[in-house]
């Protein structure tokens, strides 16, 4: 865990950061909306040091004059270029906070059908609400011995990344489901345990993934106000060296 001075000093980076880019006009930021949350804004005048408001224009053209405040880190979120949105691991972004987060989901969710995304190893993913055919032993088979980002983020390639390194060191892994209630957190339990029965050879037992999650010790934890920032989201991160033993 950083230090209080370590964390002053990251504060004080990133606010340089974006004070130097809102010194430029035509600069895009996110700022908050109480009807849609997060609203894109082009910066229309420079910021001077002092000023007391950005000139922004939002993308239906509306003019809006937005309050900032150096001192206390009042200041907009800036907003990626185009080329990195819709990226399959968040950690590719340029600037990496929670407007920037939920922009990248929902362009990968809306305008490519994706409901899975990487945040280094850890894996997000949108409950669809609804049965999408990625989930057959084709897809199986076709993860099995793939490295962890070779292929498209997939709930098989953590299955596998775990499986994989529990046959290579010989020592138990475990995979974290956390989200909130009807994010998908048991249904992505047992699309793991299927991947599990079936590059183990066992997918032809009858009830297999039943019998394999019914004894599994699985803990469900209901995340706060504060943990939960969408709806629907749940998280899926490997624990690479955990001996259970």
Sequence with gaps: MNSPRVRNKQSQAARFLVLNAVSCPYTRVWIPDPDEVWRSAELTKDYKEGDRSLQLKLED???REYPVDAQSNHLPFLRNPDILV?????????????????HNLKVRFLESNHIY????????????????????????????GQNMGDMDPHIFAVAEEAYKQMARDEKNQSIIVSGESGAGKTVSAKYAMRYFATVGGSASETNIEEKVLASSPIMEVKPSRGQAFLAGVLLLATSCAADLE
């Design 117 to 144: 995304t990487y945040c280094g190893i850890v894996l997000v993913a949108i409950n669809p609400y609804e049965q999408l055919p990625i989930y057959g032993q084709d897809v199986i088979y076709a993860y099995s």
């Design 86 to 102: 819709g990226e399959n691991d968040l950690t590719a972004l340029s600037y990496l906070h929670e407007p920037a987060v939920l």
């Design 61 to 63: 053209e509306t003019i």
